[in-house]
């Protein structure tokens, strides 16, 4: 029995549920074919309806104008510029602000951030990745997400920002609440029925995002008695145009640092991993040709594309292929359609670690570029080199479970099995 072909009344990009089985490919390349602008109905009293915008040119030419185009209002489908959550931190935070507001925000933080600050990490990266595998490679079988994945970027992140060791765990289970809660492994109750889930969501994300609030506020509250060589400190003694931060400026900072820094390179890696295993001649090439591996690295960021959309919206009527978007509407960028456009990646169905050019974007472009590029690459870097060397066998172990989000390309387990000792 063959299933009929998709049309665009069968396009849905809302619900968590349909990224559960893996980013919807086909509904992108759907709309890139047929409708690269398209309007998606919101959802009655909880967020407005929204702009597909599926290509790779509309994605770079509208995150190059962030005066037309704003984040102010919100960077996801669900955001409700009119009844925001206090999660969503808008115009709070490096992520959610607009120039030039931003660019005095993102210099702030910029010098932790350059080439030459990354590059000094590197052995402190692979001193915690060869921790991470040691602990792991005498069981000769682990869950590589929550074991090896998600340990190195929460590592790195949270030493630069002085969180004691201890309260990693905590950490990450608090990133998992707030950038996970559409996924009910992750939510604090249990939905009574479909329309009850919003409610679930917002506890989830609330409950959070509280949590890491009132643990910040503590780091601040110490770093004031006593100032230490971490990110926290900085912001504490920083100031805009002479101005200090105020507390809630500082702790929207932790929170979008401690989010950001995380959960996106853990995807990235878990997702990079579970792509060799895929494609066993890739994984083959790269273990006989390491050299590929910067390559490789920005193949498994176009592949994987971490973050699946960011919202903007519209402070002026403007025309993108001949379709008008109105001021106060929100476009959604989806990356990994812009990262599979056929205008632009020659076969990008394949995935192949020799790729090049990979001008891919997965980690956005212009004003809003990732602050934190540099480091997740030299993460996905080390890591690899690192597994690919004492663990050459590595192979599934069980089947593969994703974060069912529209907003994060997740994935929340991957069963693993190697030779033991490696």
């Known amino acids: 029995m063959t299933s009929s072909p998709l049309t665009l009344t069968d396009i849905n990009l809302i619900d968590p549920d349909v990224f559960g089985a893996g980013p919807p490919h086909a509904q992108w390349k759907l709309l ?11 959802v009655e009293g909880l967020f407005p309806g929204f702009w597909n915008i599926t290509k790779y040119e509309d994605i770079v030419t509208i995150s190059r104008d962030p005066l037309t185009f704003i984040s102010s209002k919100g960077i996801t489908i669900g955001t409700n510029p009119d009844n925001p959550s206090p999660a969503a931190g808008l115009g709070k935070m ?3 602000s607009d120039p030039p507001r931003h660019v005095r925000l993102r210099r702030l933080v910029n010098k932790g951030f350059t080439p030459r600050a990354v590059a000094a990490f590197e052995p402190h990266i692979r001193r915690i990745t060869t921790d991470i595998l040691d602990a792991v490679s005498p069981k000769g079988r682990c869950d590589f997400v929550t074991e090896v994945a998600a340990i190195l970027p929460l590592a790195v992140i949270c030493g630069m920002m002085g969180v004691p060791q201890p ?37 989830t994300l609330m409950q959070g995002y509280m949590e890491m609030f009132q643990y910040f506020m503590r780091m601040l509250a110490e770093r004031r008695r006593e100032r230490r060589d971490d990110l926290v400190s900085v912001l504490v003694e920083a100031d805009i145009d002479g101005e200090k931060l105020t507390d809630e400026e500082i702790l929207y900072f932790c929170y979008l640092l401690i989010l950001a820094g995380n959960e996106t390179t853990r995807n990235a890696i878990a997702g990079g991993l579970l792509a060799l ?16 591996l ?21 402070t002026r009527d403007v025309e993108i292929r001949g379709v008008t ?5 929100k476009v959604a960028l989806w990356y990994p359609s812009a990262n599979r456009d056929e205008d632009v990646f020659p076969e990008p169905d394949t995935f192949d670690v020799g790729r090049t050019p990979n001008d891919h974007l997965a980690f956005g472009i212009g004003e809003h570029f990732c602050l934190g590029a540099g480091f997740a690459r030299l993460e996905l870097r080390v890591m690899f080199e690192e597994l690919l060397r004492r663990f050459p066998d590595i192979e599934p172990d069980g089947p593969v479970e994703r974060l069912r989000s529209n907003f994060i390309g997740g994935i929340k387990h991957l069963p693993v099995r190697f030779t033991p000792g490696g």
Do not use: C
């Open 294 to 314: 910067p390559t490789a690295v920005e193949e498994i960021l176009r592949w994987t594309s971490p973050v699946l959309h960011m919202t903007r919206t519209a």
């Open 277 to 292: 295993f895929e494609h066993p001649d890739q994984r083959e090439r790269l273990q006989k040709h390491p050299e590929l």
């Open 167 to 203: 309260d990693w765990p905590k950490m990450f289970e608090l990133t998992n609440r707030v950038l996970g809660a559409t996924d009910p492994e992750y939510q604090t109750q249990v939905a009574a029925d479909g329309a009850d889930r919003p409610r679930v969501v917002e506890a």
């Open 32 to 42: 890139r074919q047929q409708a690269p602008v398209f309007w998606h109905e919101g």
């Open 325 to 329: 978007i109105k001021a106060g509407q």
């Open 94 to 96: 490096l992520i959610t």
